[in-house]
C-alpha cells in the first residue's frame, strides 16, 4: 500500500519568513495530493491540492511543487503570519484511488509574532 | 450551509465497554469517511461508504469496530469491548461524490478509554 512521508515533524519560523514542508509517497500510481491544516482543537481544512499532471500550483502565499520522477510535493507558504500556526498534512491517493487517501504523520508550524 | 457534524464530541468510558459514535455528513454529499487520530499522529483510514455501494471496510483494525451508513444519511460507528489504545479522536468526513476530491471533515470526536 501507499506509504507517506513528512518532515518536518515540528517548524517555527519568525512572522514574514518562508516555511516549507516536504513529503514523500512509495506509490507510482498516485496522482492526487491535497493538504489539509488543523488548528489547534479543530477540524482539518483543505488548503490546495495538486494532480500529478502538473508541477507547481499556487495560491496566494502557499503554493505546492510536485517532483513526480522523485516521488515527493512539497508545501510553500511565503510571509507567514500568526495565524498559519497550524498542523499541516499532506496526503497522496493510495493506488491511484479516486477516493482512498493515506496521510502524513503532520507538521506543527509555529510562527512567531 | 450546515458542515459535517458529529456527536458526542467528547466519550469518556470504561475498558470494555460498547461506545457508538455519530456522524451527519453534509446534505446530498453521497460519499462519508470514518478516521482515526491518535494524538500527534496523522489521519488514519477506517472506513470508506459511498451510495448504495459495498463499503470499503480495509482500515478497521479489529473486528471490534464495525460502522454502518443508511443510503446517503447518518453514520454511526461501533466499537465494542473498548481498550484504551482506542482512545483517540474519530473524525468523520463527507465528499459530493465518489469522484469529487475535497473532504469536509466534522470536528470529530474525543475518546478516552480509562
Known amino acids: 500500500g501507499e506509504n507517506v512521508e513528512q518532515h518536518p515533524s515540528t517548524l517555527s519560523v519568525q512572522e514574514g519568513d518562508s516555511a516549507v514542508i516536504k513529503c514523500t509517497y512509495s506509490?507510482?500510481?498516485?496522482?492526487?495530493f491535497p493538504w489539509y491544516k488543523q488548528e489547534l482543537g479543530k477540524r482539518p481544512q483543505l488548503i490546495i491540492d495538486?494532480?500529478?499532471?502538473?508541477g507547481e500550483k499556487k495560491d496566494q502565499r502557499i503554493a505546492v511543487t510536485l517532483n513526480k520522477t522523485a516521488k515527493h510535493f512539497s508545501l510553500h507558504i511565503t510571509e507567514t503570519q500568526p495565524e498559519d500556526s497550524a498542523v499541516y498534512f499532506c496526503?497522496?491517493?493510495?493506488?491511484?484511488?479516486?477516493?482512498?487517501?493515506?496521510f502524513g504523520k503532520g507538521t506543527l508550524l509555529t510562527v512567531n509574532p | 450551509g450546515a458542515g459535517v457534524s458529529q456527536s458526542p464530541s467528547n466519550k469518556v468510558t470504561e475498558k470494555g465497554k460498547d461506545v457508538e459514535l455519530r456522524c451527519d455528513p453534509i446534505?446530498?454529499?453521497?460519499?462519508l469517511y470514518w478516521y482515526r487520530q491518535r494524538l500527534g499522529q496523522g489521519l488514519e483510514f477506517l472506513i470508506y461508504f459511498q451510495g448504495n455501494s459495498a463499503p470499503d471496510k480495509s482500515g478497521l483494525p479489529s473486528d471490534r469496530f464495525s460502522a454502518e451508513r443508511t443510503g446517503e444519511s447518518v453514520s454511526t460507528l461501533t466499537i465494542q469491548r473498548t481498550q484504551q489504545e482506542d482512545s483517540a479522536v474519530y473524525l468523520c468526513?463527507?465528499?459530493?461524490?465518489?469522484?469529487?476530491?475535497?473532504?469536509?471533515f466534522g470536528p470529530g470526536t474525543r475518546l478516552l478509554v480509562l
Open positions: 496526503a497522496a491517493n493510495s493506488g491511484g484511488s479516486n477516493y482512498k487517501l493515506t
Open positions: 446534505s446530498g454529499h453521497t460519499a
Open positions: 468526513a463527507s465528499k459530493r461524490t465518489s469522484g469529487a476530491e475535497t473532504q469536509y
Open positions: 506509490d507510482s500510481a498516485s496522482n492526487y
Open positions: 495538486i494532480r500529478s499532471n502538473v
